[in-house]
Structure formats: structure tokens, C-alpha cells
């Protein structure tokens, strides 16, 4: 289905920045564009600065990285134009042989902004990329995109009898947040003064990230967000095949304007995905394996009325309860000469201390979190079904290695209110806006199901299940609990780990996570974070 094409602001730059910008981006005033001519390491700093600045990706370029490049042996490029290869070689081995491993070999960074926090998930979704999304826990979403909040204008909803209520609803929930966010950044510098040795742009920091973290729940799902992508052609033309397909008309029209500009760099790897018989074919095998889904489980489970509003949960639902005893296994099977079968039977009749001795010696020293053990730790899985707020799962989805898949995101769960709302004295506002972005979501979902939850705003809860090895719950529950983490998500993490010990009895694979913090979190969570900043930027003697 097509409709009406999205109008994204579009960006302003005085002639000499255009000259400038031609030789390093793909296009100048669309919402998505490649990165070229620039060293990788520059293109990585620039990802990993925007997802921290209010900025668009080349105004940050021009802003705070291109005075520091020599860019004189650039001047006669033009990128905007595409880029001209010898493609005959990649043509032959590629598209008429289809040796998809070819187009594993060249990657491209992509820039795609305004986009909504949907879209956002479904960009996300691929396992074999990188990605850095704008973060809710530093950018202030009351700054305007072009004279107006920074959400998605739909342009079918706008154009039908819910287009005046849409906009007025989400400025008014924009408004709140803009409110609210004020408002409690008061309350947190009088309930967490300043400490000695601390600058006020430390202190000043932190704050504005608690305050930020408290109101992101207001902000609905149609809240705009840029998103910077690294991938090879093999992974983005997975990813463009399931945009193809996906019912949200936004994620189609994107699809398009990312094919755009990736044919500018890697057109070879992407021929096949507009092809009748190709991409086509595969994006409609998807499309209609989805319906098929949603009309036989509309017909086996109708009778089973969705679960009400419900306290935030995790359950594990499944694991291995041998899951220990094969994992000791996998850690001495590289050190020995026996078959598995037979390492397994000698490691179920070890004491239980020589068991822990095996992971002990695998697991090591860790100085740091980042220290992790081997694959040997993949030899065992865990399947979490979470209910959580919307915002907590934004940033647990994107943990690439892990399985997981989501239901509709409506406010039939209920949604979380932070206490610091409550202690703030902001509780009938915020549930105001509750209230508000419910409405909305009704409104729509009659008429415009598959966008109805561009309304619903991130406090509200989601489900979705998560399935992971032991290998990536270490590093998933260990950075996830860390004390400047979202309490959110925090909480999320904490549970994983005790029911890994206590529900699966794997308290092996508990004991290997030592950097799982249970602690109720800090004060001012960002507080050390922004510290070491601060001493690393005055190591380095940058401002």
C-alpha cells in the first residue's frame, strides 16, 4: 500500500558549507545519506557523537569536525552526484553467479534521521550491523526541527479528519514534557546539590540527564530520532527487503530514500532488491507470510482476551536445566581428546566444587566488564518473556545478538510513572498525558491500526520476549545494570540475573557476572559518567 510521500524539514547551508558537504555526503537535504571520502575514523567519531547532540549529522560535521581535516585534496569531488565505479567484476561474480559473499566485503555508513521511534526498531532489527541512535537522555526533545516538535507528521492521518487532533495532541504532550522536564531539573538541583570538586557543567550534566530519564515516558512513539548505521551490502539489502514488506507505510517510504543513496556507493550489492524476481519476491514472500500469521492467529486465540494492565515482569520461560553441566563441558572440550558424549558423562559425575574449579579457571580474572570468557558460555540458553515500558526495551532491542521478538505496542499494559515524578509533585500532569496518548491511540486505531501506536507514549508498557546464551546475558545484564543505566532497564537486568540463579539454579553462570549491580542505583545516575568525562577531556586539554 502507498500513499502520500512524508515531507521532511530540510536543512539550510550558506554556499560555502554546501562546497564543503558535497565532497562527503551523498545528498544535502534529504533525511538520508551516506558518508564518503572521509577516513573511517573520522566517520566513527561523528556516529558515535550524534548520539549525543540535537544536531543533524552534517551540521555537526561542519560544526565540530571539519575545521580539524585537511580537506584541500577534496575540492574536485562532488558525492552528491554518485559515485562512478568499475563495476563489471562485482556485476559477474555477484549478481549473475549470486555469491551473496561478495557483497559482504564493502560497507557503507549511513545517516537516517527523523526518523520515529517505530522506525526506529525495524532499522535495528538485523544482527550483522552497527548502529547509534540519538539518546532521550540528552537531547531535549522541547528544541523544534523547523519551527515545529520534533514527531512524525503522517501524511495519510494528516490529511484525514484526525490530522488537526493528531498535531494538537502531540504538541500538547510535547508541551508536558517540555514542562515537566523544567520543572523536575528544580527539584533534583535542590535534592542533589553540587559536590566539592565538581564543576557546575558536571553537576549541570547529570541533572539534565535524571531530568531527561524521568519525563521521557511523555514523549509518544512518533518522536523523531536519527539513527547512524554501518553495514555491508549483504546486510543492508536484508534490511531494505524487510522495510519493503513491513506494514508500516513509513518504514516503505524509507526504504526507498536509503536505496537512493546506498545505489550512489554500493549499487552492485543492491540490484537485486527492485527486481520482479528477486527482492520483490522475497519482500512479498514476507508480506504474505505475515498476514497469513495475523489471520490464523486471529482465528486460534480470539476467544483469549489480551492481558490487562499488568505490574512490569520478567519471566524466564525456558531454559536448559542440564544447561550448566554442558557448558563445563564446551569449556574443556578444546583442552582434551575425548568425544563430547564422553566429556559430558565424566562432567555429570564431578563434585560440584570441581565443576566450579572448570569455570573458575575459564572465566579468569576479569579486571573489567569488558573482560569476557569464551564461547563456551553459548552452550546454554535462557528465554525471558519482559513486560516492560516502552522506553526500557528501545534500548534493550538493540542488543544485536540476542533473539527477540515484540507484540503491538498499545496501553493496554498500563504504563510506569517514575517515583521521582511522584516525589516531584508532577503525578496529575503526567497522568494527564497518559490519559491524553491513550485517546489518541484509540482515535487512530480504527482507522489507521498499523500507525495507531505513532500515539502511544514510551512510559506505556510493551511485551516481548528475549532469548539469549549465557555468553551474551553476561554482557547484556552487566552493562544493562551498571548504576548510570536507566532504572528501567536496570530492573529488567537485576531480574534476568536472579532468576538465571535461582529459577534456573545456574548459579555457576550467575557467580561468572560479577559486575551485575543490585544496588537501588545512584543518586544522580550520570554523575560519575560526567566526571570521568570531565577527566578525560582535561587529560587530553580539550574543551
Known sequence: MSGPVPTYVTESFDD????????????????????????????????????RSAKSLRRLFLDEFVGELDTTGDETIDATIGLERAEALYDRVFFEYGDDSVAQLGGVHLACEQASNLLTKVLEWGRLMSYLEQSTRYIPYDERLGGRYRYFRDPEILS??????YVGDMDRLFDTYATLARDIQDHFREHFPKAEGDSDFVHRQAIRAKAFDATRGILPAAALSNVGIYGSGQAFESLLLRMRSHPLPESRTYADLMLTELRKVIPSFLKRVDLPDRGVAWSDYLEQNRSAMETVAYEMLSGDAVQGPTA????LVDFDP????KMVA?????YTGLAESRLLDRVRAMSTEDRMAVVRAYVGERGNRRHKPGRALERTDYRFDVVSDYGAFRDLQRHRMATIEWQELGPLHGYTRPPSIDDAGLTEPFDE?????????????ERFPERSAYAVSLAYRVRYVMQFNAREAMHLIELRTATQGHPSYRAVGQAMHRLIAERAGHRAVAEMM???????????????AERR??????ASGSS
Open 16 to 51: 560555502e558549507e554546501q562546497t564543503v558537504l558535497r565532497r562527503y555526503f551523498t545528498n544535502l537535504d534529504g533525511p538520508v545519506f551516506a558518508l564518503v571520502n572521509l577516513p573511517e575514523v573520522v566517520k566513527g567519531a561523528l556516529f558515535a557523537r550524534y548520539s
Open 160 to 165: 484525514s479528519n484526525l490530522g488537526a487532533r
Open 312 to 315: 512490569p515482569s520478567v519471566d
Open 322 to 325: 542440564d544447561g550448566e553441566i
Open 330 to 334: 564446551a569449556m574443556l572440550y578444546p
Open 433 to 445: 498525558a497518559m490519559e491524553l496518548s491513550r485517546q489518541l491511540w484509540s482515535a487512530l486505531s
Open 514 to 528: 560479577r559486575y551485575v549491580d543490585h544496588s537501588g542505583g545512584a543518586d544522580l545516575e550520570r554523575l560519575g
Open 533 to 538: 568525562a570531565e577527566e578525560r577531556r582535561s
